[in-house]
Structure formats: C-alpha cells, structure tokens
C-alpha cells in the first residue's frame, strides 16, 4: 500500500507539472510556425495555438510509465499503447481533414492493445443487480467503447476550457468512485488523467491560449475510456460523461451520419450583436448540447461553459451513487 501511494504521489506531480511547464513553450512554438486557428466566440481576430494534444500527451505518457515503473500492471501498459494511438490519430485529423470514418475505425484499431494484453474482465457491472457474463459480446463492446468516449470528448470541444474543464470532473469522478468500489491500483492509475486535465485547464480555460485539437480531445476520452474498461467501471463511466453522451447523440440523430464537425455548413449557433451566443433559426444545422441550453436565450461564452460543468457535477455525483450502489451489490 506504501508503494502504491508513493507511486501514485510521484505520477500525479509529473502529471501536473509536465502539462504546465511544457504548455507554455509549445504554445510559443504554434504561434511561430502559424499553427494557430481562429476563435470564432470572440469579437476580435484572436489566433490561437493549436494543437495542444502535444503537451496532454507527454504528461500522461510520463506519468503512466512511472506508474508501470512501480507497479507493472498490463493495464497500465493499454492505457498508455491505446491512448498513445488515440493522440496519433488525432494529430492526424488536426493536420489534414479526414473523412467521418476516419476516427471511429482507427480509434477501433487502437483499442485492441486492451484485449490482446488481456486488460479488461469480461463481466459487465451493473448497480444492484451485479455481474453479467458476456465474454464474447465484450470483446466487441471494448471495440465500440474507446471509439465512442474519443469522439464524445471531441464532439464537446467546442467553447473555451469546455474538454478539458469537463475532464477534470468526469475523471476526477471515476477516480473517487474506483476507490469506493476499492479498485486502488486503478483509482491511483487514473489520477494523471485528472491532474493532466487540470494543468491543461490553465491555458485552456476563458479566454484559450491553446486548444486541444483534436490529438488533444481523443487523447482525453480514449484514456478515460481504457480506464473505464480496466476498471471495470463501464457503467459509471458511462453516467459521469452523460452530459458529453447527450450531446453526441444529439447530433448524430440530426445529421443522420457520421460526418466531421467541420464539414457540416449548418451552424448550430450565431452571435448577437454584443457577440452573445444564440440558437439559431437555421434548419440544417445541427441539435447540439450547447443549442439546447441556448434555447432559453442568448448566454455569453463563459455562462454556456459553467452551465455545462453545472451538469457534468450533477452526472458525477449520480455517478458515485451509483457506485455506492454497485458497493451494496458486491
């Protein structure tokens, strides 16, 4: 137990401060080299570094191979292969757009380090009812999962410090609910995602100085989804990100297909005259979460982004009751 705290101590201090010292030169570098692209939310022309997957990346690589150092779990070993995949695909799709398959059959790809190392129990867990055996159904669940947390964080990426301020608290959440479920060596094993996640929100949050890109979205939601699967925690994982879930389901049931963000013409927001955000009128773009909570009337930047981290608490502490439930279960 000394070790594993140790262990744990050192990773999330290198998890933190590597995000925090390495995000400021990077930033300096994009912005030299013109990788930089347009805020759209605000009145000036403000260029901003992008991507900073770059500096996410390094963090939880570093962090997690200290954790492997101390620990030597195969499931430390996925979430570093897997994740490593999800930041390499999405630098990819930030250097050149790809077409809407492109990330759901690659992030599919990515995810089969965690069954070829056998990091994963086949029962699925459910609250009060417990267990189900379904060995073979959860290979293909593994396959769909990683896809589907990727792509969840990536659809919310859209306002400043909304992907990696929402971070913070999906992680943050499924962290405390491995400890009540007394999973400790992947509660400790998750915590870099969380300081990782706060580092990052230092640069990201209002007004951004760096986004995440893309490399830096599917970063964040392939680590959380290999946590969730190695931790046996699919469930509750599922319930902390609904509010990112919602918002996916949303716009894949108004555009029908699987299609990237930027290639869809239709915008699901406007600007009012003082650069408020306001639904829009316009019947081909997009339901999206932030629509929805504009319908009530226009909001600034920074009310939208508190008011989908007002539900991302509200997801995790259903989360952690749900925990507490699957603890009476067990």
């Keep these: 137990?000394?070790?594993?705290?140790?262990?744990?101590?050192?990773?999330?201090?290198?998890?933190?401060?590597?995000?925090?010292?390495?995000?400021?030169?990077?930033?300096?570098?994009?912005?030299?080299?013109?990788?930089?692209?347009?805020?759209v939310n605000k009145k000036e022309n403000v260029m901003v570094a992008r991507p900073g997957g770059i500096s996410i990346i390094l963090?939880?690589?570093?962090?997690?191979?200290?954790?492997?150092?101390?620990?030597?779990?195969?499931?430390?070993?996925?979430?570093?292969?897997?994740?490593?995949?999800?930041f390499l695909i999405g630098y990819v799709d930030d250097?050149?757009?790809?077409?809407?398959?492109?990330?759901?059959?690659?992030?599919?790809?990515?995810?089969?380090?965690?069954?070829?190392?056998?990091?994963?129990?086949?029962?699925?867990?459910?609250?009060?009812?417990?267990?189900?055996?379904?060995?073979?159904?959860y290979i293909g669940l593994i396959i769909v999962m990683i896809p589907i947390t990727?792509?969840?964080?990536?659809?919310?990426?859209?306002?400043?410090?909304?992907?990696?301020?929402?971070?913070?608290?999906?992680?943050?959440?499924?962290?405390?609910?491995?400890?009540?479920?007394?999973?400790?060596?992947?509660?400790?094993?998750?915590?870099?995602?969380?300081?990782?996640?706060?580092?990052?929100y230092k640069f990201h949050k209002i007004p951004s100085k760096i986004f995440p890109g893309d490399s830096g979205a599917l970063t964040f939601g392939a680590m959380y989804g290999v946590i969730a699967i190695v931790g046996g925690?699919?469930?509750?994982?599922?319930?902390?990100?609904?509010?990112?879930?919602?918002n996916s389901f949303l716009f894949l049931s108004s555009v029908k297909q699987v299609v990237e963000h930027r290639q869809i013409k239709g915008k699901p927001v406007e600007h009012t005259s003082d650069f408020k955000l306001k639904s829009t009128n316009d019947k081909t773009a997009p339901i999206t979460l932030v629509r929805l909570i504009l319908a009530g009337g226009p909001l600034s930047e920074k009310q939208i982004v508190f008011a989908i981290f007002k539900l991302t608490i509200f997801s995790g502490i259903l989360a952690i009751i749900t925990a507490f439930m699957m603890g009476v279960s067990i």
């Design 233 to 246: 925690v699919e469930i509750i994982a599922a319930i902390a990100l609904l509010p990112a879930v919602i």
């Design 150 to 200: 990727g792509n969840t964080i990536n659809s919310i990426d859209v306002l400043n410090g909304v992907a990696s301020g929402f971070m913070i608290i999906a992680s943050l959440t499924l962290s405390i609910c491995l400890f009540i479920l007394q999973n400790y060596e992947i509660a400790i094993v998750s915590l870099p995602l969380v300081f990782v996640s706060l580092a990052f």
């Design 59 to 86: 963090g939880i690589l570093i962090s997690e191979f200290i954790l492997y150092a101390f620990l030597q779990l195969n499931e430390i070993l996925a979430i570093i292969i897997t994740t490593f995949g999800a």
């Design 95 to 137: 250097r050149k757009i790809m077409g809407g398959w492109f990330k759901p059959v690659t992030l599919a790809i990515a995810s089969l380090p965690i069954i070829f190392l056998g990091a994963y129990d086949s029962n699925l867990t459910f609250p009060l009812f417990g267990d189900v055996q379904i060995p073979l159904l």
């Design 1 to 39: 137990m000394i070790e594993l705290l140790i262990s744990g101590i050192i990773s999330c201090i290198s998890a933190f401060f590597i995000v925090f010292f390495v995000t400021p030169p990077l930033i300096n570098f994009l912005e030299k080299n013109n990788f930089t692209v347009k805020d």
